[in-house]
């Protein structure tokens, strides 16, 4: 088992930043690691993962050049790091982890076990 745990969400201007954190504890922080979202009524999305050892990141189109995906193994914790913030950017967001997964970044929020509960992320214009 792998609990996470969201931190750092709020409300932001656009134009603003945000650092959101998953604290991770259980059984083991060596996996991939994925930022998703979900606005009201649309489909949880990609945001952005990373490999066990960082050697590997993905963004999302709407995310690359604005968050930076990073993780401290030391401290079981991985950060996004979010620039520029949009009003679009709005949503839920979730970060999950999957054993199975360690040196290749999924985009499919199917193939990860371990979700959090979730922060909220608001951006008003």
């Known amino acids: 088992q792998v609990q996470l745990v969201e931190s750092g969400g709020g409300l932001v201007q656009a134009g603003g930043s945000l650092r959101l954190s998953c604290a991770a504890s259980g059984r083991t922080f060596s996996t991939t690691m994925?930022?998703?979202r979900q606005a009201?009524?649309?489909e949880r999305e990609f945001v952005a993962g990373i490999t066990w050892n960082g050697g590997k990141t993905e963004y999302a189109d709407s995310a690359r050049g604005?968050?930076?995906i990073s993780r401290?193994?030391?401290?079981?914790?991985v950060y996004l790091q979010m620039n520029n913030l949009k009003p679009e950017?709005?949503?839920v967001y979730y970060c999950a982890a999957d054993p199975s997964l360690w040196t290749?970044?999924?985009v499919q929020s199917w193939e990860y076990t371990y979700w959090g509960q979730g922060t909220q992320v608001t951006v008003s214009s």
């Open 104 to 106: 290749v970044v999924s």
């Open 34 to 36: 994925g930022w998703f």
């Open 89 to 91: 950017d709005t949503a």
């Open 40 to 42: 009201p009524g649309k």
């Open 66 to 68: 604005r968050f930076t």
């Open 72 to 77: 401290d193994n030391a401290k079981n914790t």
